[in-house]
């Protein structure tokens, strides 16, 4: 009793250091100031050698680490697509961690078994994605696209009459692969992982916002993977799903679709004409970290074809028999994990279908919002805002960067550089539910002051 008694002045701790960093989060600088940097060195200890209550522990990881902190939580940080944390998901995810418990086999945790199963039906049936296909609660898209081109690659090579499992690559009929140019690094990475090669795959040229060119398609066969994106991670754009995947269904190919963030466009008849089709695919990597808000790490991958995807991940050990049809852990690359299908079913039960709705279009109205307050200052943007991303720049390459950089220091917003067609540029995502439009005016203020203060600096600056 007393072992049990005794965490509960830790756990109080962390709950309320939690509370006030959530609470403080909407009036601190986004990213840390100098002095915040310099503090994580008190971080460089040597490894104790003897034990103390975790009180003291938990303090240094709040004092030095919360102020270090990027306030991606907050509203106004735009960077890479984050998204944010509804309340109830990480509340859920608070108990998920008291529960301490793995969702390998419903022997291993009968609640999570349960919700994972009904959190998986409920993320196809708000995409609109077929009934029969199964989910799979994983770390991130990355992985999501994983498991998607290896259940690909297994369906494809045991219809050709080879055991991939048994034999492996060495030998086996050759398997082509075919994206757009505009096609995600972690797709590239995963062909270079699982044995495809990074280089062998066959891109197709894609338009001025990053959609794959249907009319650019080569030959589509029964060997082939074809790699779509519902989502440029610059632009927003959506690949013409319907005309590719009609043509793949033909010819027998695999179709994959990247949705990251992208694919939960689905989930409102707002953008239904960005998403027609995508719901023919074979296999859909979406994050629930991304834009659903859930904490980290957390994506699916939805495939319609569920014994392939079981052939490809079958876990066999005397001790962890396949009891159920589908147990998780045939459909996943890990054994141990997380439980991290539950925070998706407190996300989906308490937004509801219209929640869901409304939060994809409240970060879409958003970055219009920002777009167009962005035009006033004097950004030209470079992309069509078809949802919630927005591609900028000001001036030449450097005065962008020299403006990226200021409003970081200042710490009124963030937002990430990149590259779009081949110039430099800045990319600002909204995907978060915390983001208001107050948070958007003042985010367009603070990079109105930095451009204004380095113009002044730089009265030479080229400007558009
Ligand atoms: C973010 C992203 C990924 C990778 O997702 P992770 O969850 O970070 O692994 C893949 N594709 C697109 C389009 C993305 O935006």
Redesign the pocket.
């Known amino acids: 009793m007393d072992r049990v008694r005794s965490q509960i002045p830790l756990l109080e701790d962390a709950h309320r250091r939690a509370l006030k960093y959530i609470c403080e989060i909407a009036d601190r600088r986004v990213f840390p100031d100098e002095g915040a940097l310099q503090g994580l060195a008190a971080f460089d200890e040597a490894l104790p050698q003897d034990s103390t209550g975790g009180l003291e522990t938990l303090r240094l990881l709040d004092e030095r680490g919360s102020p270090a902190t990027v306030a991606t939580a907050g509203g106004r940080y735009f960077g ?2 984050v998204g944010g944390s509804i309340p109830v998901a990480t509340a859920a995810d608070w108990l998920v961690t008291a529960w301490d418990q793995t969702g390998t086999l419903p022997v291993s945790s009968p609640a999570v078994a349960k919700i994972e199963a009904v959190a998986g039906r409920w993320v196809r049936e708000v995409l609109g994605l077929p009934e029969e296909a199964v989910t799979s609660f994983v ?7 994983l498991l998607g081109l290896a259940a690909a690659r297994t369906h494809l090579l045991h219809r050709a009459g080879y055991d991939l499992e048994r034999l492996g690559m060495f030998g086996a009929p050759p398997i082509r692969v075919v994206a757009g140019a505009e096609v ?1 690094s ?2 590239l990475k995963v062909l270079g992982v699982l044995g495809f090669g990074r280089d062998r795959v066959e891109l197709v040229e894609a338009d001025a916002q990053g959609r794959l060119r249907a009319d650019r398609l080569p030959p589509l066969d029964e060997r082939t993977i074809v790699l779509l ?1 519902a ?3 610059n632009s927003g754009a959506f690949d013409p799903f319907a005309d590719v995947i009609a043509a793949a269904r033909r010819a027998r190919s695999w179709v994959h679709v ?5 694919l939960w466009a689905a989930a409102t008849p707002k953008y239904a004409q960005l998403t027609e089709g995508v719901e023919d695919a074979d296999s859909w ?1 979406v ?1 629930a ?2 834009w659903l808000n859930v904490p980290y ?1 957390s ?1 699916m991958l939805i495939c319609r074809h569920g014994d392939a995807l079981q052939a490809a991940m079958r876990l066999t050990a005397a001790y962890a028999p396949s009891t159920a049809e589908m147990p998780a852990k045939d459909l996943t690359l890990e054994f141990s994990r997380r439980a991290r299908g539950v925070p998706v079913w407190a996300a989906l039960r308490t937004l509801g279908r219209s929640g869901v709705a409304d939060l994809v279009e409240q970060c879409s109205s958003n970055a219009r919002l920002l777009a167009s307050g962005l035009e006033r200052i004097g950004f030209e943007i470079h992309n069509e805002v078809v949802l919630n991303q927005v591609v900028a720049s000001i001036g030449d390459a450097e005065f962008t960067a020299a403006v990226r950089s200021k409003v970081e220091r200042d710490g009124g917003c963030w937002f990430g550089p990149t590259q779009w067609k081949g110039r430099d540029a800045v990319r600002f995502s909204v995907s978060s539910w915390a983001t208001t439009a107050e948070d958007i005016e003042a985010a367009v203020n603070a990079i109105a002051s930095a451009v204004e203060s380095l113009s002044a600096q730089r009265p030479g600056i080229t400007r558009t």
């Open positions: 890479f697509v770390t991130g898209a990355s992985m999501a696209n995600h972690t797709l994106q989502g440029n991670v990247d949705g990251a963030f992208g990597a994050d970290h991304k790490d994506a």
